[in-house]
């Protein structure tokens, strides 16, 4: 997406008013499919996975319109979509919920999802952001870029290392509330 920020900025203006330009940024893209694609993700998949509580799960047919979701907004890698068009329904359920489970272990819960083929740690990293996204931050370019300065290695690894910036981000960021109140 255009532009960015700075990643240490303290000023929480600044992050609201990037908060709120999303879906400006989002539309300016001009990516065929994307703003629909873009709302299945941040609004519709959510509410699917938590209305399957105690057990949550997600779907092959939901697993590929993430992945389209995932390749509109980036580099669009057909292969990919193709993997996870050809995966067995039992196992993408099975894998998954078997990672919402893990949670908060984001070890074991990526572990979990990319033993199916065509998900990667980014992909494994949108399924559980959009099931638990106070845990498991999506691995998104921009967000890398923005958090490590790298957006080049998408391992575990450097998944582990982005997820904690973010949550030592998360958890500043809920102490200048509080203590602005």
Known sequence: MKGSMDFECSDLRVWKEALSSY????????????????????DQL????????PKPYITKSELSKLMQWKLTRGKWRPRLLNFVSSLDET????????????????????????????????????????????IAPFMSDEAMVAAIGNSKEYTLKQYIIFSEKLQKKAKLYLVMVFCRN
């Not at 539309?27 to 994307?34: A, C, M, R, T, W």
């Not at 959510?46 to 509580?53: E, I, S």
């Open 23 to 42: 879906k400006t940024q989002i539309e300016s893209l001009n990516k065929p499919n994307l703003i629909q694609l873009d709302d299945f993700y941040r």
């Open 46 to 53: 959510p509410l699917l996975l938590h209305q399957r509580n």
């Open 91 to 134: 196992l993408v359920e099975s894998s998954s919920q078997k990672a919402f489970k893990s949670l908060p272990d984001i070890t074991k819960a990526i572990s979990h999802l990319t033993l199916l083929k065509g998900v990667g740690p980014a992909t494994a990293s949108a399924v559980l952001a959009a099931y638990a996204p106070e």
